[in-house]
């Protein structure tokens, strides 16, 4: 290189990219090194806001309460329910009350295993259901 | 022998080094528009199964263990300090999802707890599910 700048002294106009290039391949193994691609899958779930009037007794629309109770058991309309089996007796419930509104309440105590469990039965069915969290105590 | 024609050679013809570059830079632009310096929750969960799962592509994870606590940047909160935390993260990144990573053991109340606070501070959230 210096060698040919020394002969040809016009001939200069030549950058000379190598410290560049250093910086570029650092950058560049740095960013490959440090991007996480995370692949999540996630369920959306909406509580409804809490209500500042009581319930209404005079609600038209049939409704079909499932409880999760503090330690983890299932009950459908008051009727304890293996949790497994909860999507089934609301389906056959639903047969008895066409167009009733599901309600889930989840005790603040269950597990959230078991509540992911119920409201994905009930999506993978595709019903409507409102989801409302109690506390215990 | 070998080795002198080499440099002979190397010193006659020049190796032209644009194209190099031109994929060098293609690729370092991509990674850097691509990398979100995510924070990870830094806790182990048994995330609970869901059939209806969906893809996310969060920014902000906050962990809930099956103890209860809530992990956000590998430090565990309890649930009444992790609003002004979420709210920082909010703002260094206003467009980013949310996903709380609950393990199955967890309380519901935690969980939603924090799902209530995200969903307060305006951040789309999932719950992590497989």
Request: some cysteine; aromatic content about 4%.
């Amino acid at each position: 290189m210096s060698r040919r700048r020394g002969r040809k002294p016009d001939d200069s106009a030549e950058v000379d990219m190598t410290p560049m290039l250093d910086i570029v391949f650092i950058m560049l193994i740095f960013f490959i090194v440090t991007a996480t691609f995370l692949n999540e899958t996630g369920l959306k779930v909406d509580q409804p806001p809490p209500n500042p009037d009581p319930p209404e007794n005079t609600d038209p629309t049939p409704v079909i309460t499932v409880i999760l109770d503090s330690s983890d058991q299932c009950s459908v309309d008051g009727q304890p329910t293996e949790c497994t089996r909860v999507a089934l007796q609301v389906e056959s419930l639903t047969a008895d009350k066409p167009g009733a509104s599901i309600i889930l309440r989840v005790s603040a105590k269950a597990s959230h295993g078991n509540m992911v469990f119920l409201k994905d039965g009930f999506d993978h069915k595709k019903k409507q259901m409102r989801l409302e969290i109690y506390p215990e105590g | 022998m070998a080795r002198r024609t080499r440099i002979e050679i190397g010193e006659d013809t020049e190796l032209d080094m644009t194209p190099m570059l031109d994929v060098v830079f293609i690729l370092l632009i991509f990674f850097i528009v691509t990398s979100v310096f995510v924070k990870m929750p830094g806790v182990e969960v048994d995330k609970p199964l869901a059939l209806t799962a969906a893809e996310a592509t969060p920014g902000i994870l906050v962990g809930v263990d099956s103890k209860s606590k809530v992990w956000i940047d590998k430090n565990p909160y309890e649930l009444n300090e992790i609003r002004p935390i979420l709210l920082g993260l909010r703002d260094e990144n206003p467009k980013a999802e949310g996903i709380i990573i609950g393990d199955a053991g967890a309380e519901v109340g935690i969980v939603m707890g924090v799902q209530e606070i995200m969903t307060e501070l305006k951040i789309d959230n999932v719950i992590a599910a497989e």
